[in-house]
Each structure stands twice: as structure tokens, then as C-alpha cells.
């Protein structure tokens, strides 16, 4: 990184400062990147229907026709 002072004459001091500053900076926006989404639960997907078959229509199919465990 270079940091190039093009008008004043500071101090080494504030040279210290304002470079403290540009780097907690870059820190921040290195830290602030947006992280993968995390992967979806196996349980709470619903393309896993798909997997199973439906009940066939009877007297009793309401009590099968709940999530396919």
C-alpha cells in the first residue's frame, strides 16, 4: 500500500494516524465480505417430495398425505 501526500507537510505522527485509519478501514471492509449462504437442511426441502410417491385416493390417504418421512 502507498500512500502519496500531496499537499501540507504532517507529521509522522499524523502520517501514523491517518494510515491507522486507511488500514482499520480495509480491515473492515475485508470482514464486512457477504459469506456463503449456508446450505439448506435435508428435512426442509421441498423438492424432496418428489422423492416419495403420493398416497393413492382411499378412505385413509389424509392420514399419508402429510410430509414423507
Known amino acids: ?3 502519496k501526500v500531496v ?5 509522522p505522527e499524523e502520517l ?3 494510515l491507522a485509519v486507511v488500514r482499520a478501514r480495509a480491515a473492515a ?3 464486512a465480505a ?15 417430495i ?3 410417491r403420493l ?3 382411499s378412505r385413509t390417504a389424509w ?7
Not at 499537499?7 to 507529521?11: A, F, L, M, V
Not at 457477504?34 to 424432496?48: T, Y
Open 50 to 52: 418428489a422423492l416419495h
Open 29 to 31: 471492509a475485508d470482514a
Open 16 to 18: 501514523a494516524a491517518a
Open 55 to 57: 398416497p393413492h385416493p
Open 63 to 69: 392420514t399419508r398425505s402429510t410430509w414423507p418421512s
Open 1 to 3: 500500500m502507498t500512500i
Open 34 to 48: 457477504p459469506a456463503a449462504p449456508a446450505p439448506r437442511a435435508a428435512w426442509s426441502d421441498p423438492s424432496r
Open 7 to 11: 499537499r501540507g507537510n504532517p507529521t
